[in-house]
């Protein structure tokens, strides 16, 4: 089962460069999220995603973008790659009902801007 | 608005110690709470959860009550393993579906043989 998949696992940007992180799941899950992890800090949610074509701001969305075309994907766009940009992300998507409902997460995308 | 604070890591110990992470929370209403871990190199994976006061929830040998009069979600494990090693994050949801986490700022946990 492959869950959920992220692409790239490293990218070293230089500053104003501009790139997409990649994220599809095949678990047909309606829900899809976008978090960055700093180092010492908890997972802060960037962008999140009900279902296709619907597309919401998280608690820091400045600098990024998103699209949700398809249930399958949900790509990360940064325009514009600032230092303060620098992170692990990961993408995760909800699934289960009820007491068995979860968060599966990719693998994660380690950023870095230079 | 929603918070979770964890204790400072890292956390080191010998194999078969006993494991308390602490983590505390604020949040209005009745949140779900949960436990994530994140082994090297690997996404978060879901641990345990609890979605109501007093509730319990448990998962390969590590268990953490709800506790609302404390405000508190800690986790115990009576015996870590070296295969314990990994960091772990308490987090919580105002909605018992699990979505829009708060996260805590994880704790690294390193077991030693």
């Known amino acids: 089962n492959a869950g959920v998949t992220q692409t790239p696992k490293f990218r070293i940007l230089k500053i104003g460069q501009s790139m997409t992180l990649q994220c599809t799941q095949d678990?047909?899950?309606?829900?899809m999220y976008w978090y960055r992890q700093d180092p010492g800090m908890g997972l802060k949610l960037i962008y999140y995603?009900?279902?296709?074509?619907?597309?919401d701001k998280g608690e820091v969305p400045n600098g990024y973008n998103v699209s949700r075309s398809t249930t399958e994907d949900f790509p990360l766009r940064l325009e514009l790659a600032a230092p303060s940009q620098t992170s692990v992300y990961f993408c995760?998507?909800?699934?289960?009902?009820?007491?068995?409902?979860?968060?599966?997460f990719g693998s994660g995308t380690q950023l870095s801007v230079l | 608005g929603n918070s979770v604070t964890q204790m400072e890591g890292p956390v080191t110990l010998s194999e078969e110690a006993f494991l308390t992470i602490n983590c505390t929370y604020t949040?209005?209403?009745?949140?779900?709470l949960f436990w994530y871990v994140q082994y090297p190199g690997e996404g978060l994976q879901l641990l345990l959860k609890?979605?109501?006061?007093?509730d319990k929830g448990s998962n390969k040998g590590f268990e953490a009550t709800y506790r609302k009069e404390t405000t508190s979600f800690h986790l115990e494990k009576g015996s870590v393993q070296v295969s314990d090693s990994a960091v772990y994050f308490c987090?919580?949801?105002?909605?018992?579906?699990?979505?829009?986490?708060?996260f805590g700022e994880g704790t690294q946990l390193t077991v030693n043989p």
């Open positions: 995760a998507s909800r699934g289960g009902t009820g007491v068995n409902e979860k968060l599966f």
């Open positions: 678990m047909n899950h309606n829900y």
């Open positions: 995603s009900v279902g296709a074509g619907i597309t």
């Open positions: 949040a209005t209403g009745y949140p779900s």
């Open positions: 609890a979605t109501k006061a007093d």
């Open positions: 987090a919580l949801a105002k909605e018992t579906s699990g979505s829009r986490l708060t």
